[in-house]
């Protein structure tokens, strides 16, 4: 709860901050597909298995440097099921068709430096607070703090990853993600 | 006497308008694109002052009796509105041209005719870029699926469904040519390169005489007829195909030419892939491609003369190879698709005649090859099996339109068509006798005319009667199709409408869906399987609303199909059967009762559609379901879709579209019990199989079917051409709902089959489902060209290399052009 409160709070400070200045990320949408990797560990077993995670994430530039907007991701989970037994002295495992969702929050910092109407880089800081649904075990909530940085070989497709620290359904408390970004 | 009385009236009202009106004057003539010679289809052309107008037909071709001294308004979405002075004495013929819409930034080739017409979806070309598709690239049928009353058969399709009719059932009419075969990919795609359509409208009942020959629709596709102010193309590419048009005018004065093609992107890919999966020794591939091309002349302004080709083809090739102790050699090629060959003659004889002729050659095949060899130290041994499935058809048509009075249009002619039918020609190596291909020839011929008479200015009456004359090898059958239309103008937004048609179909399609190799099999009507019949009405209304920003249509109808054909209970095709007709059940009947709703947003920021439609189907068979009514295959209790489109600017607009239909039906096993096996296991331990006892047909349903699908349309100039390019970016089934395919019996849900005989853990027969498509996120682009020179360009590039470095870099950092 703390750490949402933080950031909570620096979002705040950021949104006052920027306010009242010009810059190339008010009025812009941004689409973010992006992949990352979620470890998901079996119980009695130290065995883990890499998922993928699959995630587009929607943002519109409400104010210079700020952009807010939503986020949807998949993954087929395969985690351990209590439901199923196996023989003794193993683990059961199935796959779980698992779904993302939440709000985003970015605030750009490269406005404070550039003054243009447009620009081939983003770096920013992001927030993120949602939830993940895995089909027979619930939701769980996730929240997260990052970096990210975009850069766009084309006028309006480009790559980005980010880095966040958070809480992950996972107990991993950092996570890399990257892929496409595309901007108008 | 009183008999009498009533014709005298009738020939009074008919005539008393042309009487009292001996000062008007007649106008004919075709509206088209003034940038591009393109005909408008659906185009609205108005006595200005009043409600008396008309709209053009699929030739872009009109005809109105106004005042002399009067000034025609001729408007078409997506162009500015035109008016016309008139001062005229004697009737005329006019060409009328208009401007596309400056702030039109999408490539105007055709809008939604907006002509208050009943029972017949359309469907503009922007709508149909604009949706989102599993291939990222727009699909002419599968947009025409979200309208009420049009279905698919399972996920994906591209078979159109339509009021209860079987997919065999629509005629598809390509530049008023019949189209055989009309899929890609299994059933996945439709053969319709969206490139070269100008218009499309899907008759659903109330068909006009000069349709027949199939029960359900009629799919009226019209093509561009090419750009005739300067060369230019389109080049596109998406996750499914990419391809290719080219257009522009030819050295002949008048004439010009568009030409169409698409092709698979996948097929070496697949190959590739296939030889080098880990211990491989087989390739495998499948593609398709199609090619349209449209020649157009127009030697003077009455006339055009037109030749259509189209060719496309779907092969699955396999090949196989294996060296252990011998060469062992696999080979299977499976190849099938149409082609089809016009040519048409389009002549304004007066300005109350209009006439259309035509002929066209089209052929359908399926063709199966497959090789095997088995070479050794010792020996070689051979065999070849191949299997042709084909019908072909060769037509001359002959469509007049005579305005007789003002209120009075007559649409008569002459169409005929030579069928060849090749149902099943095998070809077996190992067997000394050959069997010759069993041929049947078909000549169809049908008379039709249509008059249309407008009483007291909101009712317009169309009766019609089409005469068919169906001649086979050993078959003959005269059949007589009474239509009727009537509309009844109840305000000047609101219209009723009553139909009535009768019509019969001499060819069965018989097919198996759920394999990706084509299984449809032509079959002619003959003594053992006799034409199919059905008798269809209608009733509708039509309304406006603020100024067309809204309009809104019920449609409710009643159809009742005799003597329909299937495979069979247990058959799946007709191959290398001589006495096909065996594998062939008739005498089916079909039932379908149905309401159907649209509500459509046409303006502004927001537009889209919500469309609905609630009916039910059956099918009774004489040996099928002990002979029993039964819910038909394809039926869907309640189909909804639901799209919204938003324009952000003239650049970027957002599509979702949210589709739900009822379950299919399924055959559900409703018992079990167990065989003794005669012979015992490996283990010499008898076993027992499993079997189960199945209801009645189709009795239970699956699941409900449901997806959200999402499309981010963006259109730009590019950077030193400025030429137009499209970025289509969609994603299919956004929330990954798994909907049935179809559900089937087994012991797992991998496909693999467990045989009791092969011993181990024993399994019973559960109940699984298929789903085919998870979320898609697809992409496509598409840049169009035009090879006129632009000085502003050549300026512009010359100097380009003048600007310093630091000043490039400085543009390209910031992204300044």
């Known amino acids: ?184 | 006497m009183r008999t009498q009385l009533i014709i005298l009236s009738l020939v009074f009202l008919i005539l008393a308008p042309q009487v009292m009106a001996q000062q008007q004057v007649r106008i004919s003539g075709t509206v088209k694109d003034k940038n591009n010679g393109e005909i408008l289809i659906g185009a609205n052309i108005v006595e200005q002052g009043t409600i008396h107008g008309i709209t053009t037909d699929y030739n872009g071709y009109f005809s109105i009796v106004v005042r002399g001294n009067s000034a025609l308004e001729i408007s078409y979405l997506g162009y500015k509105k035109d008016l016309v002075g008139l001062d005229i004495k004697k009737d005329t013929i006019i060409n009328i041209f208009l401007n596309p819409a400056a702030e039109q930034l999408e490539e105007v080739i055709v809008s939604a005719p907006r002509t208050r017409r009943f029972n017949i979806a359309t469907i503009s070309y922007q709508q149909m870029t604009q949706m989102p598709s599993i291939g990222g690239k727009p699909d002419v049928i599968k947009s025409l699926q979200l309208m009420p009353g049009i279905s698919n058969q399972n996920e994906g399709s591209s078979l159109m469904l339509v009021r209860g009719g079987d997919p065999g059932q629509n005629l598809y009419l390509f530049d008023n040519v019949p189209l055989i075969y009309v899929n890609h990919l299994g059933g996945f795609l439709s053969v319709f390169n969206p490139d070269i359509i100008n218009n499309i409208d899907v008759y659903k009942g109330g068909f006009p005489s000069r349709y027949g020959g199939k029960l359900s629709s009629v799919v009226d596709i019209t093509q561009r007829e090419g750009d005739n102010s300067g060369l230019k193309g389109s080049l596109g590419i998406g996750i499914t195909d990419a391809s290719f048009t080219l257009e522009g005018p030819l050295k002949v004065k008048n004439t010009s030419f568009i030409l169409t093609g698409r092709k698979t992107m996948i097929d070496p890919l697949m190959a590739l892939l296939s030889s080098l999966s880990d211990g491989s020794n087989y390739i495998l591939s499948y593609g398709f491609h199609d090619i349209n091309g449209k020649f157009t002349w127009k030697p003077d302004e009455k006339k055009t003369f037109s030749v259509n080709i189209y060719q496309g083809d779907d092969y699955l090739n396999y090949w196989s190879r294996n060296n252990a102790n011998s060469t062992e050699k696999y080979r299977l090629n499976n190849v099938w698709g149409n082609w089809l060959v016009s040519a048409r003659l389009n002549s304004l004889i007066s300005s109350k005649l209009y006439a259309s002729n035509r002929i066209s050659f089209t052929r359908y095949r399926l063709k199966e090859l497959m090789k095997y060899s088995l070479t050794s130290s010792s020996d070689t041994s051979k065999l070849k099996i191949r299997y042709i499935s084909s019908v072909q058809d060769l037509s001359y048509s002959s469509d007049w339109k005579y305005n007789a009075f003002k209120n009075w249009i007559i649409d008569f002619g002459l169409q005929t068509s030579l069928f060849k039918f090749v149902p099943n020609n095998s070809y077996i190596s190992s067997q000394k006798d050959q069997k010759s291909a069993d041929i049947t020839n078909s000549l169809e011929t049908a008379l039709y005319a249509d008059n249309k008479i407008t009483f007291l200015n909101n009712i317009t009456a169309t009766m019609g009667l089409r005469l068919v004359n169906y001649i086979a090898t050993d078959y003959a059958r005269f059949s007589l199709e009474p239509r009727m239309n009537m509309n009844l103008r109840v305000s000047e937004d609101h219209i009723l409408n009553a139909s009535y048609m009768r019509i019969s179909q001499f060819s069965h399609l018989a097919f198996t869906t759920g394999s990706i190799m084509n299984n449809e099999v032509w079959i002619p009507a003959g003594r053992k399987v006799p034409p199919a019949q059905s008798d269809q009405y209608t009733l509708g209304w039509n309304g406006e609303y603020r100024n067309s920003m809204f309009s809104s249509e019920i449609n409710l109808y009643y159809k009742n199909m005799h003597d329909l054909s299937a495979f069979r209970e247990g058959y799946a095709n007709l191959m290398g059967d001589e006495n096909w007709t065996s594998k062939i059940e008739s005498g089916g009947k079909g039932r379908s009762i149905g309401a159907e709703f649209l509500i459509r947003k046409n303006t502004g920021k927001w537009t889209g559609f919500v469309s609905y439609a609630r009916t039910r189907t059956t099918r009774q068979y004489p040996n099928i379901n002990n002979g029993r009514e039964f819910l038909f295959d394809y039926n869907r209790p309640n189909s909804l879709s639901l799209n919204v489109s938003y324009k952000f600017s003239e650049k970027l607009s957002l599509n979702l579209l949210w589709v739900y239909q009822s379950g299919l039906p399924y055959t559900q096993a409703i018992g079990r019990y167990y065989l003794p096996s005669l012979e015992n296991d490996y283990r010499g331990n008898s076993y027992y199989y499993e079997a189960l006892i199945y209801g009645d047909r189709n009795s239970s349903k699956m699941r409900d079917y449901h997806r959200l699908d999402m499309g981010i349309s963006y259109s730009k100039l590019t950077k030193v051409k400025k030429n137009k390019a499209i970025w289509n970016f969609s994603v299919y089934n956004v929330y990954n709902r798994h909907n049935p395919v179809y559900y089937y019996y087994n012991t797992n849900n991998t496909g693999e089959i467990f045989m009791p005989e092969w011993g181990g853990e024993y399994k019973p027969l559960s109940l699984y489902q298929l789903s085919l498509f998870p979320i898609v996120p697809t992409i496509s682009y598409k840049v169009f060209f035009d090879f006129k020179p632009d000085e502003n360009i050549d300026i512009k590039t010359k100097n380009k290399s003048k600007i310093p470095f630091r000043q490039r870099f400085s543009n390209w950092i910031y992204q300044n052009n």
């Open chain 1, 1 to 184: 709860m703390k750490r949402l409160l933080s950031a909570f709070i620096i979002s705040n400070m950021l949104f006052i901050s920027s306010y009242g200045q010009e810059s190339y990320i008010k009025g812009r949408w941004n689409i973010k597909a992006g992949y990352s990797v979620y470890k998901t560990q079996f119980l009695y077993s130290s065995k883990s298995v890499d998922n993928n995670n699959y995630r587009l994430e929607l943002n519109y530039g409400l104010l210079n440097k700020i952009e807010t907007g939503i986020y949807a991701g998949y993954s087929r989970f395969m985690i351990y099921d209590p439901w199923i037994s196996g023989p003794p002295g193993s683990f059961v495992g199935t796959t779980c068709n698992t779904s993302f969702y939440g709000i985003n929050c970015n605030y750009h910092l490269l406005p404070h430096l550039i003054k243009a109407d447009d620009f081939r880089f983003d770096l920013y800081l992001s927030g993120k607070y949602g939830g993940i649904s895995i089909k027979r075990h619930g939701n769980h909530p996730e929240y997260s703090l990052g970096t990210g940085v975009a850069f766009y070989l084309f006028r309006h497709i480009g790559a980005y990853a980010e880095y966040s620290y958070g809480k992950f359904y996972n107990n991993d408390n950092f996570k890399l993600r990257y892929g496409i970004s595309l901007k108008f």
